[in-house]
Every structure is written in C-alpha cells, then in structure tokens.
C-alpha cells in the first residue's frame, strides 16, 4: 500500500511539473505567435474574435482585439467593444479569464452555441 502511495505521490508531482511547463508565459507566447491574427488588436475584425477561446487572459484579449471602449466590474467583468454594451461586441470575464463573448453583429460566440 505504502508504495502505491508514493508511486501515486511521484506519479502526481511529474504532472504538476509538466502543467506548470505547458501554463509557463514562453509556451503561451508561442502559442498565442503560432495563431496569431492576420489585424491584431482590431476588436472590430471578426477573424479575431473567431480565434477568442473560453479561458483567454486580459492580455491574451487585449493582443486579439485591443483595448475595449468600456469596461464594466463588478462579479462579472464586462468589456465593450461598441457603444451598444450587451447589444453590440462584448468579451464577458469569470476569475479574469473570458467565460463568454459575443462578436460583432452575430449571435452568442461562444463556440458550442
């Protein structure tokens, strides 16, 4: 039994190691450069909101679609990229990552709906 548990125990701890690895800011970077948008920074260019993905950063948002026109805090944070708020482009944050999102004039963007 005891070596189960410290096989388990191993066998986590190279897990950790390896996600740590896989979240480090030099693999996003790379990542985010392997996809990057053809308008980068143009919150207004569909293509870039084609390539927003559930658990994006502030900064991974700001270097898809640039700086938002209004920003709404409080247990959600709200991004508006139009002045139309929740009828026109937003990006929606749950624990600083996006949750939710709807582009330029469409419906719901998140990618299941």
């Known amino acids: 039994m005891q070596q189960q548990l410290e096989a388990l125990s191993a066998r986590v701890h190279e897990l950790e190691r390896r ?3 896989l979240e480090s800011p030099e693999v ?3 990542v985010r450069q392997a996809s990057a948008p053809e308008n980068p920074g143009d ?17 991974e948002v700001r270097e898809l679609l640039g700086e938002p026109l209004q920003v709404k805090k409080g247990g959600m944070e709200f991004w508006y990229y139009s002045e139309r708020g929740l009828k026109g482009p ?3 944050f749950l ?13 719901r963007g998140t990618p299941d709906e």
Do not use: C, H, M
């Open 90 to 92: 937003y990006v929606k």
């Open 28 to 30: 996003k970077r790379l």
């Open 43 to 59: 919150g207004q260019d569909r293509s870039n909101w084609d390539r927003l993905k559930v658990g994006y950063d502030y900064i």
């Open 95 to 107: 624990f600083r990552k996006v949750n939710d999102w709807q582009p330029p004039e469409t419906g």
């Open 19 to 21: 996600l740590d690895a």
